[in-house]
């Protein structure tokens, strides 16, 4: 199994920063994308920002230019940095990892999640 752990939630004012971290541990054979993803209140969750193994990044319009995406030298933690926050950037975000274990009956790729920090941004 693998486990996600994410932190670096919190309050922020408008036009602040934030920077979130999630860290993948458990039997891991490899970690082909990561991503973060939101869920406001009354809302579906929605993608932020993911980023392949490659390091290909893909942003949603609503935080293009503001928010950047990167994985550690370890390859099993990214970080999310987020500047210029509006009010509507609050939401609980969610560390995502496709990957892939190795299991008796042979390799097996699965997405997993985090339990999610949240974000508020507010004054």
């Known amino acids: 199994q693998v486990q996600l752990v994410e932190s670096g939630g919190g309050l922020v004012q408008p036009g602040g920063s934030l920077r979130l971290s999630c860290a993948a541990s458990?039997?891991?054979?490899?970690?082909?994308?990561m991503g973060w993803y939101r869920q406001a209140p009354g809302k579906q969750r929605e993608l932020v920002a993911t980023i392949i193994s490659g390091g290909n990044t893909n942003y949603a319009n609503s935080v293009e230019g503001r928010f950047t995406i990167s994985r550690g030298s370890a390859k099993n933690t990214v970080y999310l940095q987020m500047n210029t926050l509006k009010p509507e950037d609050t939401a609980v975000y969610y560390c995502?990892?496709?990957?892939?274990?190795?299991?008796?009956?042979?390799?097996?790729?699965?997405?997993?999640w985090g339990q999610g920090t949240q974000v508020t941004v507010s004054s």
């Open positions: 458990g039997s891991i054979f490899s970690i082909n994308a």
């Open positions: 995502n990892a496709g990957a892939t274990t190795r299991e008796t009956r042979g390799y097996v790729r699965r997405d997993y």
